[in-house]
């Protein structure tokens, strides 16, 4: 299945909260409810994935590559970078046109993060607050650990960057105006450029224990 095959997927099986906009990248994001967040955690840990990969399997404590590698730590600053590139854009009135979002992203992401900025840039919405990546691990590379082109990186991030409606001053309803955890799994691929970020899911609540039930460490 393709990766745009896999993505339209995982909107077809999460259902989504009625705030706004959905705030984050990916749409299983900002589920209403604990269920929702559930179903969003077994697309995360394969559902709508391809074929696994058995190098870096997910919270297995197993991983045959050393985190702190070169390839790895790479792969982890170019996921930081481009996680950071949406966060400054959310709060940004003008974040859309950021050319952080294209130097650290590609499509499907990097179109449903644009969507997304000009949704919120429609109904006035801008982000406030701060946010904590976490930890990440590269928890897999493909098609192999010596020359990989995909990765697979996982985070516990304590997002506490709301929406806000400019005008009024006032939070979005529902998640998007509140402080919460996301549990996400995002796939990194290796362009001319460097490693950019292709498509992420991810499980919000404002409880870490159940967005980032997916992820060990």
């Known amino acids: 299945m393709s990766s745009m095959a ?25 589920t ?5 967040g559930v179903l969003c955690a077994a697309i995360s840990l394969g559902a709508c994935s391809s074929t696994p990969s058995t190098a870096h399997p997910l919270g297995s404590g197993n991983s045959t590559t050393d985190p ?6 790479t792969i982890i600053t170019a996921w930081r970078a481009a996680e950071t590139a949406f966060y400054e854009s959310e709060a940004s ?13 590609v499509d499907p992401e990097l179109r449903m993060v644009r969507a997304n900025l000009a949704g919120n840039q429609t109904e ?11 930890s990440p691990l590269v928890v897999s590379l493909e098609p192999t650990e010596n020359q990989p082109t995909t990765a697979t990186v996982a985070s516990c991030i304590d997002d506490m960057q709301i ?4 005008n009024t001053g006032q939070p979005a309803s529902g998640l998007s105006g509140t402080p919460d955890w996301a549990g996400e799994t995002s796939t990194m ?7 950019k970020l292709s498509q992420q899911s991810s499980v919000a609540n404002t409880k ?3 967005a980032c039930a997916g992820i060990s460490f």
Do not use: H, K, Y
């Open 208 to 210: 870490r224990s159940v």
């Open 124 to 134: 006035n919405f801008v982000g406030r607050g701060t946010w904590n990546l976490g």
């Open 163 to 166: 929406l806000v409606n400019e």
């Open 189 to 195: 691929v290796l362009t001319s450029s460097g490693w």
């Open 93 to 105: 009135p003008n974040g859309l046109s950021s050319p952080a979002l294209g130097a650290t992203m």
């Open 68 to 73: 702190t590698t070169a390839v790895d730590m």
């Open 6 to 30: 896999r993505l339209f997927a995982c909107v077809a099986r999460i259902t989504q909260s009625s705030t706004p906009r959905v705030r984050l990248r990916c749409p299983c994001m900002r």
């Open 32 to 36: 209403a409810t604990v269920l929702a």
